[in-house]
């Protein structure tokens, strides 16, 4: 009984980490060597997203009915994004501003070695927008599925549940067994998730071991800055719109703690979509909202990404001597308002959209992203951490601003212990089987 603590994932993965961490650091070889553990999890969560998120979407908007509805809370989650997005956006470029990480290094770009980023920069000149909005459309219908495309994926399930929805009595079955597969998948990422500490051992192992806690130290202001601003972001920023909306920011991430600390450990927020659809649900978030929100929310609502974007440009321009205008960084960050829309859309997505903007804009030189490289890899675990934060109280937001969100229920939820993801799906199927016999029984009373 005395040890039963280390049977929450919460402990193992923290275990995990921790571990990874010091093996990394006195046998950076070995720590090196664990890579394809946190890999393979990666793998296996990425399985599970694209008919996760398919049969989420097309369940969720089928059972609402409402078309009407369906456009209206896209409408409102796009403008949320698009304004705390850039905020975000602006939020970092002041910090370097007046912080200056860079200032003082002196780099001489003709000495750096460009090979090293030779493959982000030529993935960058595809990322235009007509590009972007274009890729939106799958050339088959499974490749989606095949390549793991959120946004595509996200396409074929609006067609799906908008051509269910019109079926009416005929889609019923259709309907049904959607529902039943996704429970199904949701049984298959609960076993996955026994594997989280695996997978997180891995990763931290081969980061520290590859990269060396040395290198911290050699671009410390650059990561302190960066640190400071995602933390304050989530306090000062995400912290007011999640009381707005009824749920206090410490309770959510308490609440949120078993996420949080396997996309610490996997450096990408893609490892617990799965999990916080579920948890937003038992939360007391409608399925339709949180189907819809959250992966519309992992290709736009990058705050994490945005906070890096516009402080890594400015990190390399003043490392490199470069003076940029008020015009100039002005101009950076109307690109990046086009450009990181799309950072989620392929892997190291961050890194390339820094390299395709500065490209675009040509003020910055690209070379100076080398020296980026070193700590990228830091930087990834906390802009992960900080989208995945943004996506969950973007979630509660639309939620809240349709009058969906169940504030009672969230409150009981947030006030007891922490539920796995098995629990909270167990919740979330009572909840469902309790509405549905009580829309039975009522219209028995009807009748």
């Known amino acids: 009984m005395r040890l039963s603590w280390l049977k929450n994932l919460y402990v193992q993965v923290l275990i995990a980490v921790v571990a990874g961490a010091l093996l990394g650091h006195f046998w950076p070889h070995a720590g090196e060597s664990l890579k394809p553990l946190g890999d393979g999890f990666i793998k296996l969560i990425k399985m599970m997203v694209a008919p996760v998120v398919f049969t989420t979407v097309v369940t969720g908007i089928a059972k609402m009915g409402d078309l009407k509805r369906v456009g209206r809370v896209g409408l409102k989650a796009f403008i949320y994004f698009e304004v705390v997005t850039t905020g975000a956006l602006a939020i970092g470029l002041v910090v370097g501003e007046l ?40 050339a088959s219908l499974v490749e989606p599925f095949v390549k793991g495309d959120i946004l595509q994926v996200l396409l074929i399930a609006l067609l799906a549940s908008i051509a269910l929805a019109k079926m009416g009595k005929a889609g019923e079955g259709i309907l049904h067994g959607l529902d039943t597969v996704g429970h199904l998948l949701f049984g298959m990422v609960g076993l996955i998730m026994r594997l989280a500490p695996l997978g997180a051992l891995g990763a931290i192992g081969f980061t520290v071991g590859k990269y060396g806690v040395g290198t911290l130290v050699g671009l410390g202001r650059l990561l302190g800055a960066f640190y400071a601003t995602a933390f304050f972001f989530v306090l000062l920023v995400l912290g007011p719109i999640a009381r707005w909306t009824g749920v206090g920011l410490w309770r959510l991430l308490r609440y949120m703690r078993d996420e949080l600390l396997l996309v610490l ?183």
């Open 265 to 447: 450990g996997t450096s990408s927020s893609e490892s617990a979509l799965p999990s916080l659809i579920v948890k937003l649900e038992a939360l007391g978030c409608p399925k339709s909202i949180v189907g819809f929100v959250v992966p519309m929310g992992y290709s736009f609502n990058l705050d994490g990404t945005s906070i890096y974007l516009t402080l890594a440009a400015l990190f390399v321009a003043q490392a490199t001597g470069t003076h940029l205008s008020l015009g100039e960084k002005l101009a950076l960050l109307a690109v990046l308002l086009l450009t990181s829309k799309g950072a989620a859309a392929v892997t190291g997505g961050g890194f390339i959209t820094l390299a395709a903007t500065l490209s675009a804009t040509g003020h910055v030189p690209v070379a100076g992203m080398v020296l980026l490289l070193g700590v990228d890899r830091f930087m990834s675990e906390v802009r992960a951490l900080t989208n995945l934060v943004g996506n969950t109280v973007a979630t509660l937001v639309v939620a809240k601003w349709e009058g969906s969100l169940d504030i009672q229920l969230a409150n009981e939820v947030l006030a007891a212990p922490p539920p796995s993801m098995m629990a909270a799906e167990v919740a979330v199927e009572a909840r469902e089987a309790g509405e549905v016999a009580r829309s039975a029984s009522a219209s028995d009373a009807r009748g």
């Open 99 to 138: 912080l200056q990480p860079g200032a003082g290094l002196g780099v001489d770009v003709s000495r750096l070695d460009a090979k090293a980023i030779e493959g982000y920069a030529s993935a960058g000149k595809s990322m235009s927008t007509v590009d972007f909005l274009f890729n939106l459309v799958p």
